[in-house]
Nanobody, 130 residues
Framework: QVQLVESGGGSVQAGGSLRLSCAVS????????MAWFRQASGKEREGVAA?????????NVADSVKGRLTISVDNAENTLYLQMNDLRPDDSGMYYC??????????????????????WGQGTRVTVSS
């Protein structure tokens, strides 16, 4: 059974940093597209950043977080990360990692659409206070 388990959420003040982790089992992330999504209370789930699981460039990062949030993978640990710096109150919400099989051997930019991902974690909460 595929499992994605997020950790690292918490409460920080504006300007602070957090590092989210997503430990993946039963699938190899290097054969997948991996992504982080977030959902604030009362809002739709939105894509934050996505990356080919082998880390081979072609990242897709939402404009709202560019320069502040960085996605990365550790293939040896089969783990996805999201380094979050200079956090703002509107970064608050539940953060979810997601995975989907790569569509063949070509170089594709991974999607930030939730409907394109097959596997999801349970989420970790991030709260940023002003």
């Amino acid at each position: 059974q595929v499992q994605l388990v997020e950790s690292g959420g918490g409460s920080v003040q504006a300007g602070g940093s957090l590092r989210l982790s997503c430990a993946v089992s039963e699938i190899t992330i290097s054969d997948s597209f991996m992504a982080w999504f977030r959902q604030a209370s009362g809002k739709e789930r939105e894509g934050v950043a996505a990356i080919p699981g082998d880390g081979d460039g072609l990242e897709n990062v939402a404009d709202s977080v560019k320069g502040r949030l960085t996605i990365s993978v550790d293939n040896a640990e089969n783990t996805l990360y999201l380094q979050m710096n200079d956090l703002r109150p509107d970064d608050s919400g539940m953060y979810y990692c997601a995975a989907t099989p790569r569509p063949g051997s070509g170089r594709y930019i991974p999607s930030l659409a939730p409907s394109h991902y097959n596997y999801w974690g349970q989420g970790t909460r991030v709260t940023v206070s002003s």
